[in-house]
């Protein structure tokens, strides 16, 4: 599949959201990814459906909403009516997780499950048939701008393998910690949506720049 950039604008600069988003959609960045956390399963606090509909004032791109809550299919139909297009659930967060990801489908939205760092690739094994993507994650969830952690890609190189059993298109999204440096060892390892926040939106040579030169090593 087409390699796909996410732009998390977690550490985007609030007080010009239009101007950031906008920046990054003019360099050509493939998604927005909205971070969601709620104090709770996560040690923050970030935005919740307002900003996802906001966002989908700012643009048309496909906008995909990380749930980091506790309950998360309390919360679906509110991200499906701001006008995201897949939702993804952490598997830690959720005891019904077939419940909830059939919730997801049923509002109109692809499907996305998450793993933590801590988390191996066979607690998704269950759900494979039921999801459009599987998001791994490369930092603990909470903020943006933490150390990739290399520990999780031989997991990223598994789940290639488990998405290659599946006849189905389903994206394998990494997320945290992704710059220059640490892109081409999650592509290596099979990876093909990249979230990227700091890398984009803290960038010294500026948004533009900084999608152009992330860009280029996807080639
Ligand atoms: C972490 C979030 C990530 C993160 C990405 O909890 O899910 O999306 O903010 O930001 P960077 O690229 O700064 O790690
Ligand atoms: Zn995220």
Redesign the pocket.
């Known amino acids: 599949m087409k390699k796909i950039i996410n732009a998390?604008i977690?550490?985007a600069d609030f007080s010009n959201l239009k101007e950031q988003i906008d920046q990054a959609v003019a360099a050509e960045i493939d998604w927005i990814?909205l971070?969601i956390?709620d104090g709770h399963f996560?040690p923050?606090i970030s935005m919740g459906p307002t900003i996802a509909q906001i966002c989908r004032q700012i643009t048309t791109l496909p906008m995909d909403a990380?749930l980091?809550i506790s309950n998360p299919n309390d919360f679906i139909p509110a991200f499906a009516d701001a006008g995201v297009n897949l939702i993804s659930v952490h598997v830690e967060a959720d005891a019904h997780i077939h419940r909830t990801l059939r919730n997801i489908k049923d509002h109109g939205c692809k499907v996305g499950i998450v793993l933590n760092p801590g988390t191996p690739a066979s607690a998704i094994e269950s759900v494979m048939d039921m999801i459009d993507l599987v998001l791994v994650?490369s930092?603990?969830?909470?903020?943006?701008?933490?150390k990739?952690i290399a520990n999780v890609l031989p997991k990223v190189e598994q789940i290639r393998k488990l998405i290659h059993t599946q006849k189905r298109d389903i994206y394998l999204q990494i997320?945290?910690?992704?710059?220059v440096d640490t892109l081409p060892l999650a592509i290596k390892a099979g990876a093909d949506s990249f979230?990227?926040?700091?890398?984009?939106f803290?960038n010294k040579k500026g948004i533009f720049e900084a999608v152009h030169q992330l860009k280029s090593l996807m080639q």
């Open positions: 998390s977690l550490n990814h971070d956390m996560v923050n990380h980091m994650m930092v603990d969830p909470g903020f943006g701008g933490q990739f997320d945290g910690g992704i710059d979230v990227i926040g700091s890398a984009i803290r």
